[in-house]
């Protein structure tokens, strides 16, 4: 794993959330996605080296909604950008870990993305992502 892309923060509104963090980075997001296949609506942040993902749920059944019912709003996963994500996912199998995903998908701002399952990472969701390089 290269570097942290970007951390996950759950949230009910989106655009209320845009506002808040807005104000507190001073600067405002630079982009908004949906990513259909997670029933969820994305925003990013860029601080330096460093992004922030907002997520809000689309539909009932979106893991943001489940998340937050759960356990509220807040810290939701960890992004590594890692440079090849098929061998990064055969690694950390062998390794042991448990993959949500076990064959990279499209996700938000140009990304393949896999996600571990917290059960073997002590209970911090962790997303693989690699730049969809054109
Ligand atoms: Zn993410």
Known sequence: MKKIEHIGIAVKDLDASNEIFATLFGKQHYKIEAVESEGVKTSFFKLGPNKIELLQAT?????????????????????????????????????????????????????????????????????????IKH
């Open 59 to 131: 539909s009932k059944d979106s893991p943001i909604a489940k998340f937050i019912e759960k356990k509220g709003e807040g810290v939701h996963h960890i992004a590594f950008a890692v440079s090849n994500i098929e061998n990064e996912i055969e690694r950390l199998k062998k390794e042991g870990f448990k993959l949500i995903h076990e064959v990279p998908k499209k996700g938000a701002d140009n990304k393949r993305i896999a996600f571990l399952h917290p059960k073997s990472t002590n209970g911090v969701l962790i997303e693989l992502c690699e730049e």
